[in-house]
């Protein structure tokens, strides 16, 4: 079955481009060019994967992106942005959105981001689903964190970085090759996605994320996951 995706757009031509060149690629896609009937449509097709505007005419990508995760917290959701502020980017991570291209980008790049989401959603992993950090119990296949009573749900893409991670406990991973395999892209000199990731992650995982003692930076380099 072709796989579902949703572009909330409301500037005609980008949402023209997108949908053409998506469904050129084989993809199902459903567009819509406002907030409203974005979480619409979102409820009734249930997308493989959504490509949100940060600008609506009726609404702000980050409300629509906090609504939607309350009705489906696995999606992955792609932010489109104008905006080139490191905040503005942090803060749709924030509200739920799980990667972010800033404006103008290449379609080439979403569509390599896109594939790259399904391969993974496809494959078998090699390693169990669940394992320990430190205190924390980490749960791939239900994409959570929980420690003692409480639990944190993860992301798209931060179960993409600890399944890499795990896979190579205690060894450097460079930033370069998460990129690669985590959103399938090439590194830039300025991408700063794996940090703001690692970020997030270390608020999940860590007790003392300011202090971490799992997700450690090797400098100049890239992450290692130490666990038991």
């Known amino acids: 079955m072709k796989k579902k995706i949703l572009v909330i757009e409301d500037e005609p031509q980008i949402a023209l481009g997108l949908s053409d060149a998506l469904a050129f690629e084989g993809f199902e896609v459903f567009t819509a060019d406002t ?23 009726d609404d ?3 409300r629509v992106c906090e609504e939607l995760r309350t009705f489906d917290r696995l999606v992955p959701i792609l932010m489109l942005t104008a905006r080139a502020s490191e905040a503005d980017k942090i803060r749709g991570l924030e509200m739920g959105a799980d990667d972010y291209v800033t404006k103008p980008f290449s379609v080439g790049e979403l569509i390599a981001r896109m594939r790259a989401i399904f391969r993974r959603a496809d494959r078998s992993p090699d390693l169990p689903d669940t394992f320990r950090v430190g205190d924390a119990q980490v749960n791939l296949a239900a994409q959570s964190i929980a420690r003692g009573s409480s639990s944190e749900q993860l992301s798209f893409y931060e179960v993409g970085i600890l399944r890499l991670l795990s896979e190579r406990k205690g060894e450097p991973v460079s930033r370069d090759e998460i990129l690669q395999k985590v959103w399938g892209l090439e590194a830039g000199p300025t991408n700063r996605t794996v940090d703001n990731f690692i970020v997030k992650l270390r608020r999940k995982l860590e007790r003392s994320p ?12 890239g992450y290692k996951l130490v666990a038991d």
């Open 35 to 57: 907030g409203k009937l974005g979480l619409s449509l979102a409820k009734q097709v249930r997308p493989n994967a959504i490509v949100l505007d940060l600008m609506l005419p």
């Open 210 to 221: 300011e202090k971490p003692e799992h997700i450690l930076t090797v400098y100049g380099f």
């Open 60 to 62: 702000n990508g980050f």
